[in-house]
T-cell receptor
Framework: EPEVTQTPSHQVTQMGQEVILRCVPI?????FYWYRQILGQKVEFLVS????????KSEIFDDQFSVERPDGSNFTLKIRSTKLEDSAMYFC????????????FGPGTRLTVT | DQQVKQNSPSLSVQEGRISILNCDYT??????FLWYKKYPAEGPTFLIS?????DKNEDGRFTVFLNKSAKHLSLHIVPSQPGDSAVYFC????????????FGGGTRLMVKP
């Protein structure tokens, strides 16, 4: 069964450093998403991406964040200058339909900022 | 942001019995609802969904009920199995708000053998 994959599974970085989290969505999906879950808190939407551009973003997704689909398979989340409060699980998701379609999640990348 | 709430942080049931997980929402623009199951150190796994034009959707042991007037949905698992032990999240989306899912805080289900 097709699945969303994410790398790395765990990333440790120092405050102020740039990180890139990588995702390979399910191949025939058209919509791509990033969510995060800070320990003990809810899963929160960050951004959605369709047709090579951002379609929605939350207020968490500020200028420090960017997304890219550099080729036909990868989808990346970049955090330009990490802060301690960026420590969280980051989940990539993909879906075939918008609005009323299911989103399928990857296993997550645990980001630890020290 | 409490648009989607799961008021029970945990639920314990005996194997073979019914598990009922509840979820309430406040945003009347939500028109699609989903349930996800999550094991530790894994991503949420899609279980079942329901559109606001329906009040029930069934898939094997899983049934989701939607009561729009009460802004309430529930997930029934019958019969419950030990492998069902996980955290269950409800999520909602609104057609006019793009594709973002708004999640509840989760309910930890423990199914005892």
């Amino acid at each position: 069964e097709p699945e969303v994959t994410q790398t790395p599974s765990h990333q440790v970085t120092q405050m102020g450093q740039e990180v890139i989290l990588r995702c390979v969505p399910i191949s025939n999906h058209l919509y791509f998403y990033w969510y995060r879950q800070i320990l003990g808190q809810k899963v929160e939407f960050l951004v959605s991406f369709y047709n090579n551009e951002i379609s929605e973003k939350s207020e968490i997704f500020d200028d420090q964040f960017s997304v890219e689909r550099p080729d036909g398979s990868n989808f990346t989340l970049k955090i330009r200058s990490t802060k301690l409060e960026d420590s969280a699980m980051y989940f990539c998701a993909s879906g075939f339909l918008a609005g009323v379609g299911e989103q399928y999640f990857g296993p997550g990348t645990r980001l630890t900022v020290t | 942001d409490q648009q989607v709430k799961q008021n029970s942080p945990s639920l314990s049931v005996q194997e073979g019995r019914i598990s009922i997980l509840n979820c309430d929402y406040t945003n009347s623009m939500f028109d699609y609802f989903l349930w996800y199951k999550k094991y530790p150190a894994e991503g949420p796994t899609f279980l079942i969904s329901i559109s606001s034009i329906k009040d029930k959707n069934e898939d094997g042991r899983f049934t989701v009920f939607l009561n729009k007037s009460a802004k309430h949905l529930s997930l029934h698992i019958v019969p419950s199995q030990p492998g069902d032990s996980a955290v269950y999240f409800c999520a909602a989306s609104a057609r006019n708000a793009g594709n973002m899912l708004t999640f509840g805080g989760g309910t930890r289900l423990m199914v005892k053998p």
